[in-house]
């Protein structure tokens, strides 16, 4: 969807960097990037360096950054919707309505990045940029720390102590599903998006898993 | 020897006790260097114990605040970034840097990108 953004875009000093949070490494990011056929940038980030950074905690995120390098609009959810929560699990199916409205807000949000591109609307001011920028406490800068060992340990074939850290990165930023789904798709892939992933997801209750982008 | 991850990268360094690190090995581990007055960065300086030319890097750490986490033999450390330091960058509004790589290994810096708008988005495969 996004080289669809990439293409219309083409004319202007514009660029698109996409960040695979993936700790597994490049290989299981190189299908999707290659059936996008990208002309924008595809990074590989293994140790989630990016969400560190950035004080991200799901997939997918965006930041708006302007020519200058500035931040004009802080990590928000991408356009994605809590849809995804009605679905028939059985079917794997969405009803039409629900369908057309995830895609209408996903269309919504990538109209409003080109049009950020072609006339600077919806660039916060700073005051609200600062507002609206995620705070690191010192438990989530210490599960940072926790996730990078987790995931190097584990690429170093120390998967039960690697799985310790990861755990306890969780524990400790619990509102990441970046190092909770990360952590279950390194223990077995398709463990992100299993039963225990639905049911912390149920336990949101009327919070949203993907918070609308305010534009 | 012993591996440290820092905001300086990967590295591995010949660690004793620990992680008492050479001077040299402790500025490429935390990108701060051994003076007289402690271990500086621009006009701040830690005292520091010195030991037979070495520094205990993570009670370095610790003093300023930022989380350390080792694995269980201490061969594998990391000293992160603490809150303070990452909500300072943000509030800035300046765009953290970063450099990584793309499916063929090859390298791109964010900054490089400086004149262009740019949206910086995240996915998976999970």
Redesign the interface.
Known sequence: MWQQLFDGLKNEEFMIVAIAEESRGADHARQWIEQAAAQYWCLIDTEHRVADLYGMVNVPQAVWIDAAGRIVRPPENAGSTDHFRLMDRTTRTLAPEHQAARLAARTAYLDAVRDWVLTGRHALPADAATGRMPRVTPEIALAQAHFRLGVWLRRHGNAAEGDAHLAEASRLHPDSWNMWRQAADLDAVGNASGEAFWQRVQALGERPYYPAPEL | MA?V?SDQG?MTLAATNGLWLSADDAERATGWVLKPEGMCRDDVCVPLPVREGRVDAAAFWRLL????????AGE?W??????AQ??A???G????D?T????A?TP?T??S??????????????
Do not use: E, I, Y
């Not at chain 2, 605040?65 to 269980?72: E, G, I, N």
């Not at chain 2, 509004?93 to 953290?96: C, D, H, I, R, V």
């Not at chain 2, 990584?100 to 499916?103: H, I, N």
């Not at chain 2, 990108?113 to 999970?126: D, E, H, P």
């Open positions: 591996t991850l990967a605040d930022r989380p350390v986490v080792s694995d269980a594998t990391v000293l992160g970034a603490g809150a990452r909500n960058a943000l509030a509004l300046m765009a953290p970063f990584l790589p793309d499916l290994g791109h964010l900054s990108l400086r004149g262009k708008q740019v949206f910086l988005c995240t996915w998976a495969s999970w």
